[in-house]
């Protein structure tokens, strides 16, 4: 190697740790963001920082989270999935509903059978009938609230015997201290972080969210990657279900409306980009914790429940204009 | 049929002052100097070719000049005065223009609107002046001797004429030099010269033209000078018409380049693969040929005639409606590319960007995506096991990256292929296909793939490969495939064929009695 290559690998090599150290700070922005929040949140209230508000955050915000793993999945195969919202408020009535009748190990088995087959009717009508899924998902959205209705005949259901089932555990138990939610989220989280970044097969589901044409031309079966990302999107609303369903012990028949667009702000306030082939479960789980937080430090401060959507919404659009501004000014830095 | 390599040009060099000057133009990038202190200069009326490896910084340095980037150290002097571009408008309204080598322009639009899209002729009340817009369009399609309509959507042109509008935006403001970037990599070679008689009439208008591509040919017809660029650097400016391609590619490697046409295989097993009357509905039809163990096969012929789709059948992409395909003396029937690369067949596609790499990803990870099961045990990737298949392909065709978590999307032609290569070579195909290995890729790169591939045949790989490029077709070929619209037309001996013979077979002529292709 001559000398004049030398100076100019360890040129490019310096280069990489630079924007290395750039791109780690435009990532953590919106984390710096959430830190600098929580610390005027904190001047307005004193409860905001004590261990027990935080549990309380962590814990309301564990079925959001739980919903958005499955959707990040969806999310970085390259589509959408905006059904969430109706299928938790159709998973929530259905195990609810059928726990007085049937029992709880069948109406849970029950419950997440049906689900995981909306999750199919998904997966087919997007993975194989190649159709576009953000009108998919909204017209599953809609129709799964029908199906809901119809079910339940318009009206909401409960549990007769609040105090004399298991069933509570998975909404309000503890193990070793921890909520039984916090404990499904966190195990979920790493579960599907592991899946994504360690296997094959989320290897794949980057390939397919970042060039789908590109992985057909490498021998990847798109269709059915993109199939499994939205059964994996329904197992995690029926495990949000069980968390849900069990916690109120019953169930509005409209329970899950407007989960769809928390789960969207949670992903896209962690950074998780909605082209596809980008992102992670970290970072989705950080995005939510953000949301939780935001929500819960409005309601300490007295604001009405509602600001919060403003607030997040402008918040994600604020996140959303620095990152392309960010981006702008590195395509104009470097060589494209 | 070995290209003259003592070929040079019979344009002499203009005599005038120079309309366009650059002077020791230094551009830095973080971490990297992509040009060094670069001299260049347009005379009107003449084109000055750009030569230079990729990644020499002949795009960079032409970003520079049309305002794109801003150069860190020197001086832009047009027509005696000293500019400084601050973005492409303002170099456009000055009177240098780039044509991109992507096209830019709005399918949806017409030809009118593209051409004045951005400086639409206004009337008061900031209305469009149609009838102007239509008036300024004619005259403009006029000088470029164009036969489409001003109201033609542009979608609906092909690649030839889409160039044409994109020549066209560059003649809005009256251009006192237009720099081509690689115009020709998309075109077929009886469009080229309608591109040569534009490029001709601009220099008769006293324009200056700065040509940049990686054809030799092209450049010794067009050019009075060549100037070359190596790693950043200025190697110098020499006249055509004194110069052969022999010192100008010495010029840009650094070395002298060996076409070694005696290296083709030579050694042939049995039949690897066997197309057998093969039909797709109108693609293409009755398509019969075979490749042998060890055999590189050509299949040469014109964009459209079919060549790809052929390929994309193969590999399970597209469904035949009759004949078979044979793969190792079984009849294959792919319902899926996953079933054709586990077959073994392995696809080099057209389309490095679209259909080859996840430009997003890194380099490792593009390198192991045909063969994950390879590298994984129970589904859990191996990081050691994917780091030593980069390597072990990183190191045997000399990939240029600082690192293997580079994005491909950044790195030069030449590397994307090596890269997307290299992934088809880890899942050890029996058939590999070739579509257009190397298509805008620099000499150096091409002339290692071409070694490449030769040394793959000859350690037993049936190789297919697809190109428009004669040249690369006669060096590589035991076999040559002719098509022309949708069936073959001939198959050559690979040594023995007379480029005129190919040109026939693969334009039409002559096609009332189609030479039945030999199994």
């Known amino acids: 190697m001559s000398s004049a290559e030398q100076t100019k690998t360890r040129l490019l090599a310096g280069n990489v740790s630079k924007a290395g150290v750039m791109s780690f700070l435009s990532a953590q922005g919106i984390l710096i963001f959430f830190l600098l929040g929580m610390v005027v949140f904190s001047f ?15 814990r309301q915000a564990s079925i959001i989270g739980i919903i958005a793993v499955g959707v990040t999945v969806v999310i970085i195969g390259g589509n959408l999935d905006l059904s969430v919202g109706s299928m938790l408020s159709f998973a929530t009535v259905l195990v609810v509903d059928l726990h007085d009748k049937i029992g ?8 997440f059978a049906l689900t995981l087959m909306l999750g199919a009717v998904n997966g087919i009508l997007i993975g194989f009938m190649r159709l576009n899924s953000l009108i998919v998902t909204l017209a599953m959205l809609s129709i799964i609230q029908g199906l809901v209705l119809i079910y339940s005949g318009g009206q909401n259901v409960d549990i007769a015997n609040q105090d004399g089932t298991w069933f509570a555990f998975f909404g309000r138990g503890y193990v070793l201290g921890i909520a039984v939610p916090v404990l499904l989220f966190g195990l979920l989280a790493i579960l599907m972080q592991i899946v994504m970044s360690r296997t094959g097969y989320g290897r794949r589901i980057f390939a397919v969210g970042g060039n789908p044409m590109a992985a057909v031309y490498s021998g990847i079966r798109k269709n059915w990657c993109v199939f499994s990302t939205y059964l994996i999107s329904a197992f995690c609303v029926a495990c949000a279900a069980l968390v849900l369903g069990s916690r109120v012990m019953g169930s509005q028949n409209n329970v899950g409306q407007g989960y769809e667009l928390l789960v969207l702000a949670g992903i896209i306030l962690g950074g998780t980009s909605l082209l596809g082939g980008a992102g ?25 429940y509602y600001t919060q959507w403003i607030v997040t919404w402008v918040i994600i659009i604020l996140a959303v204009w620095l990152d392309l501004a960010n981006k702008r000014k590195r395509l104009l830095t470097t060589h494209s | 049929m070995t290209p003259v390599h003592a070929r040079t040009g019979q344009r002499q060099p203009i005599d005038a002052d120079p309309v366009l000057k650059l002077e020791g133009i230094t551009k830095r990038f973080p971490g990297v100097v992509a040009l060094n202190k670069v001299d260049f200069d347009v005379r009107p009326g003449e084109v000055h070719a750009l030569l230079g490896e990729n990644g020499a910084g002949k795009s960079t340095l032409m970003k520079v000049l049309a305002g794109k980037h801003q150069a860190n150290e020197g001086r832009i002097i047009l027509g005696g005065e000293e500019m400084a571009f601050e973005n492409p408008k303002h170099a456009k309204r000055a009177g240098v223009v780039l044509i991109h080598q992507e096209q830019s322009l709005v399918p949806e639009m017409t030809v009118a609107e593209n051409i004045f899209l951005g400086s639409l002729p206004k ?51 009256t251009p006192r030099v237009v720099v081509f970037d690689e115009p020709t990599a998309s075109l077929t070679d009886h469009e080229k010269p309608v591109l040569y008689d534009v490029i001709h009439s601009l220099c008769e ?4 033209i700065v040509y940049i591509s990686h054809r030799m040919d092209e450049i010794f017809h067009l050019s009075h000078r060549i100037s070359v660029l190596r790693d950043g650097e200025y190697t110098g400016t020499v006249n055509t018409c004194e110069t052969h391609e022999d010192e100008v590619t010495r ?82 029937n792919f319902r899926s590319t996953h079933d054709a690369v586990a077959a073994g067949i392995a696809l080099v596609p057209e389309d490095r960007k679209d259909q080859g790499l996840i430009l997003g990803m890194n380099c490792r990870d593009n390198m192991t995506l045909a063969s994950l099961s390879s590298v994984s045990s129970g589904g859990f990737m191996k990081g050691s096991a994917e780091r030593s298949v980069y390597d072990k392909y990183h190191q045997a065709m000399k990939i240029k990256t600082p690192s293997w978590r580079q994005k491909v999307g950044n790195l030069s032609g030449g590397n994307q292929q090596k890269i997307v290569i290299g992934k088809w070579l880890h899942t050890h195909p029996k058939l590999l296909i070739l579509d257009e290995p190397t298509r805008g890729i620099d000499v150096g790169s091409k002339a290692e793939i071409h070694a490449l591939v030769k040394d793959l045949a000859k350690s037993g790989y049936a190789v297919l490969v697809i190109s428009s490029e004669m040249p690369e077709v006669l060096g590589l070929s035991n076999r040559i495939i002719a098509m022309y619209d949708g069936r073959v037309t001939a198959e050559f001996d690979g040594d023995s064929v007379s480029e005129d013979a190919l040109v026939q077979a693969i334009t039409g002529m002559g096609t009332s009695a189609p030479a039945a292709a030999t199994a």
């Open chain 2, 205 to 208: 208008q006293g324009v200056g």
């Open chain 2, 251 to 332: 010029m840009m490697i650094g070395r002298s380049l060996e076409l070694d046409h005696a290296s083709k295989p030579t050694d042939f097993g049995e039949n690897m693969l066997e197309l057998r009357n093969l039909t797709v509905k109108r693609i293409f039809e009755d398509v019969s040929f075979n490749v042998r163990k060890g055999e590189i096969v050509g299949m040469y012929g014109l964009v459209g005639a079919g060549r790809s789709e052929v390929a994309e059948t193969i590999f399970g992409l597209r469904t035949p409606v009759a004949g078979e395909v044979v793969l190792d003396g079984e009849v294959v």
């Open chain 2, 123 to 173: 009337k008061w009340g900031n209305r469009v002046d149609w009838r102007k817009l239509r008036e300024d369009t004619n005259a403009i399609l006029e000088t470029l001797k164009c036969s489409f309509q001003h109201d033609d959507l542009v979608g609906s042109l092909s690649i030839a004429k889409k160039q044409m509008v994109e020549i066209g935006r560059a003649l809005v403001f």
């Open chain 1, 280 to 304: 992670s479960i970290w970072k989705t789980v950080i995005g939510v914790l953000i949301l939780g937080f935001i929500q819960n430090g409005l309601l300490l401060m007295g604001y009405p």
């Open chain 1, 44 to 58: 307005f209230s004193e409860q905001f920082l004590s261990q027990s508000n935080i549990m309380t955050v962590v």
């Open chain 1, 104 to 111: 709880p190990t069948n109406a849970i088995l029950m419950m």
